[in-house]
């Protein structure tokens, strides 16, 4: 292992142990390169891996230097969602798999959703629901991705959305490519009502069947 990546890893370590906290600043170069016994031509090549991987922020001036980057779960996703696609690509895993991941985190969600979704979440839920007859291919589209994004966030889990969403990017690159048959997409509208309608009740288990249902009418996009 090159010994740039020994020390990125190193100190990857200590910042997802906690002993390096979000906006602390890390050693400078030279003692960086003292400490591990390594050049500062190393110690950059270290420290611009860490960048990369939004472990860390290199400012310059007088008071720069690395700083540990405080979590943001829009990059975490983004990164998850990165690394899903690689995988895809190079058939390590199949849509079919992830889109058996998605029925695993959805489900469960639909259900938390009914219990905890507020006045405004629903509104939002509400607002994503299209008009089964004269909704545009592209709009339904757009339309369901919006209100599975709003089912999710209404679980008030920012956990359970940061793993979600790059499972749904995927997964609707696939559905924007498969040819629907007819009376698809107002099927599709009809689930949607039918969840909300469960998440207006706040009743889980109903949720958590109607979007059980709902997602097994997708699986044919994605086999």
């Given at each position: ?19 390096l906290k979000p906006g602390e600043k890390l050693p400078v170069e030279p003692d960086l390169s003292t ?167 706040q009743d889980p288990t109903s949720a958590r069947e109607a979007i059980r249902e709902h997602l097994r ?7």
């Amino acid at each position: 292992m090159p010994a740039y990546q020994q020390l990125s890893d190193a100190l990857r370590a200590r910042i997802i142990t906690g002993e390096l906290k979000p906006g602390e600043k890390l050693p400078v170069e030279p003692d960086l390169s003292t400490q591990y016994g390594v050049s500062r031509s190393t110690v950059r090549e270290a420290l611009r891996l860490l960048a990369s991987q939004n472990l860390i922020i290199t400012t310059r001036g007088v008071a720069g230097g690395s700083f540990v980057a405080y979590p943001n779960p829009q990059q975490v996703a983004g990164y998850l969602e990165a690394s899903l696609r690689l995988l895809s690509q190079a058939r390590s895993l199949t849509i079919g798999q992830i889109a058996e991941a998605r029925d695993l985190l959805e489900v469960p969600a639909a259900g938390l959703a009914a219990q905890r979704r507020s006045e405004q979440q629903l509104l939002d839920l509400k607002g994503t629901l299209f008009d089964r007859g004269q909704t545009s291919l592209a709009d339904a589209i757009a339309s369901s991705k919006m209100f599975h994004a709003a089912l999710v966030r209404a679980t008030g889990s920012p956990i359970v959305e940061m793993l979600s969403q790059p499972v749904f990017e995927i997964v609707y690159d696939h559905v924007l490519e498969w040819e629907a048959p007819a009376g698809f997409w107002a099927r599709i509208a009809g689930d949607h009502e039918a969840i909300f309608d469960a998440v207006e009740a706040q009743d889980p288990t109903s949720a958590r069947e109607a979007i059980r249902e709902h997602l097994r009418k997708l699986r044919p996009a994605c086999a």
